[in-house]
């Protein structure tokens, strides 16, 4: 082993090293994928079958640009419409029910720094207890991918909250060809947020 293993394993870790100075696995199989898909330019029935099949996507994906999606959900709390709002607008109170560090504007134009920075944007309209619509980016992202996150207050009920929330222009992929981009951002939402916000300041239902 110390004498041919030694070789074998060093030759290993080299190829690994050129991978990986290159941008990875990952992005050789995006490469391969990218080369693989454009072989029917002589095949003019399959053109224009793909072709109809594209204007089809783009009448249905009303929400969005190709490769991007939107997450949409509604959530009830037990509280004040201005009491969530100003939750979602104080630094001091995202450290702590994220237990993350927090810089939050909270003027117009004003930029926002939330967990630990991996997330980055700025207030593009405020209104106290009913709207917040904010311009968010993850730092995971690839490079000039900004989405839009717009959060509705509504208060049915004296002490019953309901939040509307559309986060739009949301990646499908991440600038390592991760494709959880999605599912992650709405299970943050979900899970990392909202739902800490119940637990941390009483607010369950």
Request: charged fraction near 35%; proline fraction near 2%; hydrophobic fraction near 35%.
């Amino acid at each position: 082993m110390s004498k041919k293993g030694r070789v074998v394993v060093l030759e290993k870790v080299r190829v690994w090293v050129e991978s990986m100075a290159k941008g990875g696995p990952v992005k050789d199989e995006l490469e391969a994928k990218k080369v693989a898909v454009p072989h029917n330019k002589n095949n003019t029935s399959s053109s224009n079958g793909d072709n109809n099949d594209l204007k089809k996507e783009e009448v249905n994906k009303s929400e969005g640009k190709k490769g991007f999606k939107l997450i949409s959900l509604t959530e009830k709390f037990n509280c004040r419409a201005r009491d969530l709002f100003e939750i979602l607008m104080d630094e001091n109170r995202w450290r702590g029910f994220t237990q993350s560090n927090a810089r939050i504007s909270k003027e117009v134009g004003g930029e926002f720094s939330i967990f630990d920075g991996s997330v980055t944007g700025k207030n593009l309209e405020l209104e106290e207890g009913m709207l917040i619509v904010q311009r968010w980016r993850f730092g995971s992202w690839p490079d000039g991918i900004e989405s839009m996150v717009r959060i509705m207050f509504e208060e049915p009920e004296d002490g019953v909250t309901v939040v509307k929330l559309t986060h739009s222009d949301v990646p499908e992929e991440d600038r390592y060809g991760n494709a959880t981009v999605v599912e992650n951002t709405e299970r943050g939402w979900r899970d990392l947020i909202f739902q800490r916000i119940r637990t941390a300041f009483g607010f369950g239902i």
